[in-house]
């Protein structure tokens, strides 16, 4: 930490008003109080939620730049006329039942960090950029992550304004036309940020199972998701015995077992690796008194470690087929998405690690297991991110909560990370 | 079987033509030429068919009876006027994609049998009655088997005239009402058959599997239905290590996978005794990447044992409350049904199966998986019933298919059985 600077804080009302205000566009009220969000990427909601925020930068002096795929960037400049630009942001449309929290605290937060050092008018040699990325969530438009993988280059633009909207069949370039937010500034973009710092909810329990306040995040875990059809043969749940059955769902129910099992018993060598869900299971025709005839099924396996996520693939398509063929039935599967484990800046992880320490805060290492906007950018800079606990590990509820002295310490670790990081120009 | 009549048979095509002219009656096609049946209880749809039946039993002479429930039944008069009657018949509805074979069979066939004693001028000491039974199916009116119920007295009247339809909620006695088919014969009935014998299809894939021609069928297996709904935690399944989560789906699968176990380990003492079935399995909210928050399931078991269903209704209560709480889940269970099984009556079960062997048929004895009319006759008088083979066992389903012959077949075991009890009525 700077010395200088070391007892420079952030204004935690202040924050937490402008998650409060954010919150309240497109507003989705709970039964017991909650205030949940409801501002998918594109929509109406979304446009008021982005020209909400766009106020707020041109309010703080920000240059705001909009690119091609509707991501923003405000821009605090620097000193060093030469120096690249340190970035910090996240995303502001949620899912259709979401919280006030995703997301929108590290847009938010940026501002704050921005608001923080005008009032106390610090200079830095590097420009700060708080950006917001269009389409974080995937819940409109596929795939998640959209405005971050076409600003880093990893998805044509040209295919990204032509995704369809899953809820109306809309297209995204439409869209973006529509409110407002097809922007002039190229994308991908032609000069990357010299490091890219996300603080975001962790979404999960492991923060306050542990009593600590902040993630120092080492990366985000490896996805791999399949889609899998298992089909037999219908039959009446009476009048056929056992031994002339091929029922999908006794098959299938092995697999969830064991894909459980095989998760803990990885585990045990490698703690809290690796994560194996199955989450939808759809029976046909689903009656309580016909044997099924096929059961379609996903299953979602994470790890941080590439290798240990392939053992897992290969030993659960290995329990599946044997299983399947034993009880006579057939398999079909897809694959819906892989993505490979991505590993975190080591300075960049050490840097966030040591503000918080110096910062007298609590602080342990750890893998995100969702997918976020940082995983993107660590494709062209060094990157790394901030996790503060979400309560009852909740998250993509309204029911979605952070204790404000916790949103605080994130967002005096983001304070002080970038900070450091735009002081240090050479 | 009575050596005068040792060569009477009945005309298999002229009761092939009446399956098929009353299969015309809300005929549902198929898209491989098949002819499907949707004639749901008391629809316009049965009319149709109620009245064409009744039109065949009055162009063979028989006395037609309605009673308040709906049950039609027509009397071929005896010589012995102090002789109860003996009774054979099924029921005409079907399910929404029924069959042309399921009930219908019973009661054509019973058509078949009185158009065979006229044409051969054979009169039997007994009347001979051909009923077919209100709402067997119970697809639009709970229970299944109402009409029969009611006949023998197992349910009070007003309530089956009270349920209401499943699909337009109309109150049954007004749709009987409707259709011209509440009858002024008291219901139940004062004077009960002196036996009844039930021609049906298998539903099943038993008999075609053993290449066995005729069913003797020895009862019908008790049934336990239960609801099970097992509630756990939601959580992100990216975020949330395996050791913090409480999966409902996890024991759930476990069930699914013992129920099937333990079906089998039974049936290694006795041989297709037990099925066990889970055919419902709801997932809440499933989704690929959230671990389910609760799973409602459905276990159907079923054995011709008293004692050996509960035993495995007892084995299952007690795994499904070891798994749940090894899971950290809480369940709650209701049962849907419960019927004890019925045992037919054992000189009943003897004579068709020497009328079967007799006519030179291969049978076998087997209980039935399903409900049939002939388990609510068997309170009031001497049972049995007659199977015949279903194509790969199909049932419910507008592709069931019974071979023209098999049909003979089980019709002249039927009228020869009917014949015998109908001819010593001492």
Request: glycine share 10%; with cysteine; charged share 20%.
């Amino acid at each position: 930490m700077n010395a200088p600077f070391a007892d420079l804080r952030i204004d935690r009302d202040r924050l937490w008003q402008r998650l409060v205000d954010l919150g309240e566009v497109g507003a989705v009220p709970g039964p017991n109080g909650e205030r949940g969000n409801a501002r998918l990427a594109l929509t109406d909601a979304d446009r008021d939620g982005r020209e909400l925020v766009v106020t707020w930068m041109r309010d703080l002096g920000l240059t705001v730049a909009i690119d091609a795929i509707g991501n923003v960037i405000g821009t605090r400049a620097g000193t060093d006329p030469t120096a690249a630009p340190v970035m910090t942001g996240s995303h502001i449309d949620t899912v259709r039942t979401g919280g006030r929290f995703d997301g929108n605290l590290g847009v938010l937060a940026g501002l704050e960090v921005i608001e923080t050092l005008e009032q106390n008018g610090i200079a830095t040699e590097r420009p700060i950029q708080v950006a917001f990325f269009t389409d974080e969530e995937g819940a409109r438009f596929a795939p998640d992550m959209l405005g971050s993988l076409v600003f880093v280059g990893g998805l044509p633009l040209e295919d990204a304004l032509d995704a369809l909207a899953a809820d109306d069949g809309a297209r995204l370039g439409d869209e973006l036309d529509r409110i407002g937010f097809a922007g002039p500034t190229p994308c991908p973009t032609a000069a990357p940020p010299a490091a890219f710092v996300e603080l975001h909810i962790e979404q999960g329990p492991v923060l306050e199972a542990h009593a600590v306040t902040i993630g120092v995040v080492t990366g985000v875990q490896g996805i791999s998701w399949t889609e899998l059809t298992v089909t037999g043969r219908s039959a009446h749940a009476g009048t056929t015995p056992m031994r002339l059955r091929k029922d999908p769902l006794v098959p299938v129910a092995a697999v969830i077992v064991e894909a459980s099992r095989l998760a803990n018993e990885m585990n045990e060598t490698a703690p809290d690796s690796q994560v194996a869900t199955v989450g939808r299971v759809d029976v046909f025709p689903d009656l309580v008194n016909v044997v099924a005839d096929s059961v379609t099924f996903t299953l979602d396996l994470r790890n941080t470690s590439e290798d240990l996520l392939r053992t897992a693939e290969h030993r659960m398509e290995s329990f599946v087929a044997g299983s399947c063929a034993a009880a006579g039935c057939t398999v079909e599967s897809t694959t819906l998405a892989r993505f490979e484990p991505v590993e975190f800046d080591a300075s960049m992880i050490a840097r966030v690690e040591r503000v918080a320490t110096s910062l007298g805060l609590s602080s342990m290492r750890m893998p995100s297991g969702a997918g976020h906007d940082a995983q993107m950018l660590a494709r062209v800079c060094p990157t790394s991110m901030i996790f503060v606990p979400s309560v009852d590990g909740l998250s993509h509820n309204i029911a979605e909560f952070t204790d404000p002295e916790d949103i605080a310490a994130g967002a005096n670790v983001l304070l002080h990370t970038l900070l450091e990081l735009a002081m240090n120009a050479a």
